[in-house]
């Protein structure tokens, strides 16, 4: 199964959102192998958010970012990369339907609660992994109610 990495970002956080949005994808079958409580340092941020370094939001966007604690996490599962995007709704909240992260928690672009990787971006998913987690962070491990998730 795909692996795919999602934080909780540090508007999230302060709001205390960190439970619901593991909640939702735990309800969904979805398999977490990695989670990390961080604070994200200048260096991470500008690699992290590196596609988007010529625009004019980026500087307000790594601020934003290293404001506060974020919580880092790997998520494994069938496809799990688009169906976690598919979970968080559009980028700008204003446009996420009510029933997704964003549409149900955030309100404003620059505080939309969640990232995950793209999924129309190859490998993005891996990429990011890498650049968060160590191999050793990451967890094998057997869900018990796999029978009943996947055919
Ligand atoms: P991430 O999961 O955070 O990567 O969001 P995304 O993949 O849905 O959007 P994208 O990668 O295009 O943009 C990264 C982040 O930059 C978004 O989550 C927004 O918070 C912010 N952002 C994107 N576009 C704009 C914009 O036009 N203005 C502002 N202020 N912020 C933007
Ligand atoms: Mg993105």
Do not use: C
Not at 31 to 41: A, H
Not at 50 to 68: C, M, N, Q, R, Y
Not at 104 to 130: K, M, P, Q, T
Not at 135 to 144: A, G, T
Request: aromatic share 10%; glycine share 12%.
């Amino acid at each position: 199964h795909e692996r795919t990495f999602v934080m909780v970002k540090p508007d999230g956080v302060q709001r205390g959102l960190i439970g619901d949005i593991v909640s939702r994808f735990e309800d969904r079958g979805l398999k977490m192998v990695g989670g990390k409580f961080m604070q994200i340092d200048q260096e991470l941020a500008e690699e992290h958010y590196g596609e988007h370094a010529d625009k004019p939001f980026f500087d307000g966007l790594v601020d934003f970012i290293t404001s506060g604690p974020v919580f880092a996490m790997v998520w494994e599962g069938q496809d799990a990369t688009r169906q976690v995007r598919n979970m968080m709704g559009e980028t700008d909240p204003a446009e996420s339907a009510p029933g997704t992260i964003r549409g149900d928690y955030g309100l404003d672009l620059g505080r939309n609660v969640i990232h995950g990787s793209d999924h129309e971006d190859e490998g993005a998913n891996e990429r990011e992994i890498e650049l968060f987690f160590d191999e050793d962070e990451l967890v094998d491990w057997d869900q018990i109610d796999s029978s009943w998730l996947y055919e």
